[in-house]
């Protein structure tokens, strides 16, 4: 079965959510370990990883955490600012602007990182893992299409 260039970028979109879900863990000390065991043990199930694969992927994810780690970092301080300037009865537009801006650089590189790592731990499946994850992804974004129906439909009866 050949993949599709789409099929190609949702997996690899799909392990980009994985990894930050992974160090998203890590940096909560999910676990005691750095690719949090949840979403690990999810895909090494689903997908059949094996101990080899679990290790390469691990590997991928601690190569990559200090990169990562200061984004978390400023994007958590990014936040904070933000909730201050909210709570704080007055709203500065023009600083609110200024903090919106700055969090959308670190959330792009944010997302950079994370197609990295993705990449990275794509390229650790089989070919049958890979067709089974763009399975996977083709159902789960079939699922979300009809949720965004309904829930389309749910806004124009409200109207």
Do not use: C, W
């Amino acid at each position: 079965m050949k993949l599709s260039k789409g099929k190609i970028l949702a997996g690899v979109l799909t392990l980009t959510l994985l990894a930050g879900i992974a160090v998203a863990h890590a940096r909560r000390g999910h676990d005691g370990e750095f690719f949090g065991g949840h979403m690990l043990g999810f895909f090494t199930h689903y997908l059949d990883l094996t101990d080899a694969q679990q290790a390469q992927i691990k590997g991928i994810l601690a190569k990559n955490k200090p990169a990562v780690e200061p984004l978390f970092r400023q994007e958590m301080e990014s936040h904070k600012q933000m909730m201050q300037l909210i709570e704080s009865g007055t709203f500065d537009e023009v600083k609110a602007q200024s903090i919106a801006t700055q969090a959308a650089q670190i959330r792009a590189q944010l997302e950079v990182q994370h197609a990295r790592m993705a990449s990275e731990a794509y390229q650790v499946l089989t070919p049958e893992q890979k067709t089974k994850l763009a399975d996977f992804i083709a159902k789960r974004e079939q699922r979300f299409e009809q949720h965004m129906r309904t829930h389309d439909e749910g806004d124009r009866v409200r109207e």
